[in-house]
Each structure stands twice: as structure tokens, then as C-alpha cells.
């Protein structure tokens, strides 16, 4: 079977270390890669100020991540250099046109899945998809103000197709 596992990307600090959201949902993928061989990861995220200030792109540091839990480094397909959930899903469509996965998986937070699945419909919309949330083990404190933003992120995509 052809199956892939997108897992996006969130932020780490200017010495590459993962920041929780980020290990959450490397932790996911993690799970869910043991319980399904078969699968190959993408990882995404490039650089920028707000989320990966290194010289290298935050999808080294996912991989880094995995690679020392134990996933193989043959598993990985090429990262993808994305510098936000758009450019997640508008530099991931062509691999996925061309390898059109039987099984298309896309991992993120449980926060941020009703954004990701609003911008997926618009940019990529391949139908063989599922949506996996990684629980959050942010604070209740820590994750308010990203539910917030969410909130708005995601009305204001919803006024934009009326």
C-alpha cells in the first residue's frame, strides 16, 4: 500500500529544540507510524521569525525527533520547506498528486484541525484523507490565547467563502 503521513509543522527555538505543540504531534505521528508500518512521513516547516529562527528548516528537527524515537531514516520522504499551514498544503499537493496515496493522513493539533481541514479543502482537496488530532498537553493557560486565535483564523476563512 502506498500511505503517507503528513505531520505539520510548529515552532522550535533558536537552537532547534521542539517546542511542546511541535512534540505533540511528532508524538502522534510516532504512535501512529508503530501501529501502521507501512506509512511514510513528511515533515513539514521551513524557517521564519516566529516559529524556527535556526539555519536549518524545522522539518530537520522533526526528523531528528522521530529518527532518535526509532523510525528509520528511510521512511522519510523530502520536508517540506513551508513557512505555514498554506504553504503546508500548497508545497505537499504535488507529492501528493503524484504518489496519490491510498491512505493520505495529515497530523495536528487538536487546536488548530478545524483550520488545517478548512485550508486543505481549498488548496489541495485529495479524498483520501484523515484528519488526526494530537491531543494537546499544553496548560489550560497556554492554550487559550491559541484557541483564540484559531477561532479567528478559522471565522474569518469561513467569511471569505461566503
Given at each position: 500500500m502506498n500511505?503517507?503521513?503528513?505531520?505539520l509543522?510548529a515552532?522550535?527555538?533558536?537552537?532547534?529544540?521542539?517546542?511542546?505543540?511541535a512534540q505533540?504531534?511528532?508524538d502522534?505521528?510516532?504512535?501512529?507510524?508503530?501501529?501502521n508500518?507501512?506509512?511514510?512521513?513528511?515533515?513539514?516547516?521551513g524557517?521564519?521569525?516566529?516559529?524556527n529562527?535556526?539555519?536549518?528548516?524545522?522539518y530537520f528537527?522533526?526528523?531528528?525527533?522521530?529518527?532518535?524515537?526509532?523510525?528509520?531514516e528511510?521512511?522519510?520522504a523530502?520536508?517540506v520547506?513551508?513557512?505555514?499551514?498554506?504553504?503546508?498544503?500548497q508545497?505537499?499537493k504535488?507529492l501528493?498528486v503524484?504518489?496519490?496515496?491510498d491512505?493520505l493522513?495529515?497530523?495536528?493539533s487538536?487546536f488548530?484541525?478545524e483550520?488545517?481541514?478548512?485550508?486543505?479543502?481549498?488548496?489541495?482537496?485529495?479524498?483520501k484523507?484523515?484528519?488526526?488530532?494530537?491531543i494537546?498537553?499544553?496548560?489550560?493557560?497556554?492554550?487559550a490565547?491559541?484557541?483564540?486565535?484559531?477561532?479567528?483564523?478559522?471565522?474569518?476563512?469561513?467569511?471569505?467563502?461566503?
Amino acid at each position: 500500500m502506498n500511505n503517507i503521513i503528513i505531520v505539520l509543522g510548529a515552532p522550535n527555538d533558536a537552537r532547534g529544540n521542539l517546542s511542546q505543540i511541535a512534540q505533540d504531534r511528532l508524538d502522534c505521528a510516532y504512535n501512529l507510524y508503530q501501529a501502521n508500518r507501512s506509512f511514510r512521513i513528511v515533515c513539514t516547516g521551513g524557517f521564519g521569525a516566529h516559529f524556527n529562527p535556526t539555519e536549518k528548516p524545522h522539518y530537520f528537527y522533526a526528523q531528528k525527533f522521530l529518527i532518535e524515537k526509532g523510525i528509520p531514516e528511510h521512511v522519510f520522504a523530502a520536508g517540506v520547506p513551508s513557512t505555514n499551514t498554506i504553504t503546508d498544503f500548497q508545497l505537499s499537493k504535488k507529492l501528493i498528486v503524484e504518489e496519490n496515496p491510498d491512505i493520505l493522513i495529515i497530523i495536528t493539533s487538536d487546536f488548530h484541525i478545524e483550520r488545517a481541514q478548512i485550508l486543505y479543502k481549498r488548496y489541495i482537496g485529495y479524498p483520501k484523507v484523515v484528519f488526526i488530532p494530537a491531543i494537546s498537553s499544553l496548560s489550560k493557560a497556554e492554550l487559550a490565547p491559541l484557541i483564540e486565535h484559531e477561532s479567528g483564523a478559522v471565522k474569518r476563512l469561513l467569511e471569505e467563502e461566503v
